[in-house]
Nanobody, 123 residues
Framework: VQLQACGGGLVQAGDSLRLSCTAS????????AGWFRQAPGKEREFVGH????????RYADSVKGRFTISRDIARNMVYLQMNSLKPEDTAVYYC?????????????????WGQGTQVTVSS
């Protein structure tokens, strides 16, 4: 199982960005998927997750209403749509996969991680 996140970049505050996570070696629908981020000098933090069916999502309070996670079963991909970006959203963003039905924010629930993609939001 390998995950690859992409789509990061440098944007201005208020802009939108969509990150993609591609899974290879397995059907992504066999796993719940999560997005995490890590800013310099800070711990990795939960952004949100989507369950296997895609019918339910959960978000951190800091991104609720601005970020949306979705999955494309046919393409074996998971997306993180980020709107109204703020400078405090600047971080390396990671996608992860979990066998846990509702993995939530617990890092140890995720057994597979992508390499991360940098998102920088300027003010």
């Amino acid at each position: 199982v390998q995950l690859q996140a992409c789509g990061g970049g440098l944007v201005q505050a208020g802009d939108s960005l969509r990150l993609s996570c591609t899974a290879s070696g397995m059907p992504f629908t066999n796993y719940a998927a999560g997005w995490f981020r890590q800013a310099p000098g800070k711990e990795r933090e939960f952004v949100g997750h989507i369950i296997r069916s895609g019918s339910s999502t959960r978000y951190a309070d800091s991104v609720k209403g601005r970020f949306t996670i979705s999955r494309d079963i046919a393409r074996n991909m998971v997306y993180l749509q980020m709107n109204s970006l703020k400078p405090e959203d600047t971080a390396v963003y990671y996608c992860a996969a979990s066998r846990t039905v509702i993995p939530g924010s617990t890092l140890s629930n995720y057994g597979w991680w992508g390499q991360g993609t940098q998102v920088t939001v300027s003010s």
